[in-house]
């Protein structure tokens, strides 16, 4: 493969695509583990109590917003 085609602009496109996958995929996994390990406390049976859903529904909102508002800070420092 010659440097050009390195610096194509679909392979950068192709690039920044998988870049932007794994950091979801990332966000994702965290987001799973902080929740449950705060939210589920005993044994889970085959679906989760009311309290056990309010909390994980919470506390999947409160990430996703707190991420929302650490990237518009990062994005307005650059």
Do not use: H, Y
């Amino acid at each position: 493969m010659d440097s050009s085609a390195l610096n194509s602009p679909d392979l950068q496109r192709f690039l920044n695509q998988e870049k932007e996958k794994a950091m979801v995929n990332e966000m994702v996994a965290k987001l799973t583990s902080v929740c449950w390990d705060k939210c589920i406390t005993s044994t889970p049976g085959n679906k989760f109590s009311s309290s056990e859903s309010a909390c994980l529904s919470n506390c999947a909102q409160r990430f996703m917003d707190m991420t929302m508002i650490i990237m518009k800070r990062v994005q307005s420092m650059q």
